[in-house]
Nanobody, 115 residues
Framework: QVQLVESGGGFVQAGGSLRLSCVAS????????MGWYRQAPGKQRELVAS???????NYGDSVKGRFTISRDNAKNTVYLQMNSLKVEDTAVYYC?????????WGQGTQVTCSS
């Protein structure tokens, strides 16, 4: 059974930082591209950042220079360091594991940034 379990969400003031973690089980972790997506109320789910097994990364335009994605293949864990948070970063953040023919989602963790 595949599980992606996110943690680290919460409330933060604008300009603050949070670190999200996602622990994966039931998959061969280092064969998956891992990603963080977010969905704000009334908006479509969007890519925040992704990282492939060799460490190469990709970021959404709105978070470049503020967020950093990383992974620890030995711990089956992907992280999202979020700095300089803005009110518009408020959303439910979802962990994703994807490869050809396979795609899995976590349950999501709420991040709320207030001014």
């Amino acid at each position: 059974q595949v599980q992606l379990v996110e943690s680290g969400g919460g409330f933060v003031q604008a300009g603050g930082s949070l670190r999200l973690s996602c622990v994966a089980s039931g998959i061969t972790f280092n064969s998956y591209t891992m990603g963080w997506y977010r969905q704000a109320p009334g908006k479509q789910r969007e890519l925040v950042a992704s990282i492939i097994s060799d460490g190469r990364t990709n970021y959404g335009d709105s978070v470049k220079g503020r967020f950093t994605i990383s992974r620890d293949n030995a711990k089956n864990t992907v992280y999202l360091q979020m700095n300089s948070l803005k009110v518009e970063d408020t959303a439910v953040y979802y962990c994703n594991a994807g490869r050809v023919w396979s795609n899995y989602w976590g349950q999501g963790t709420q991040v709320t940034c207030s001014s």
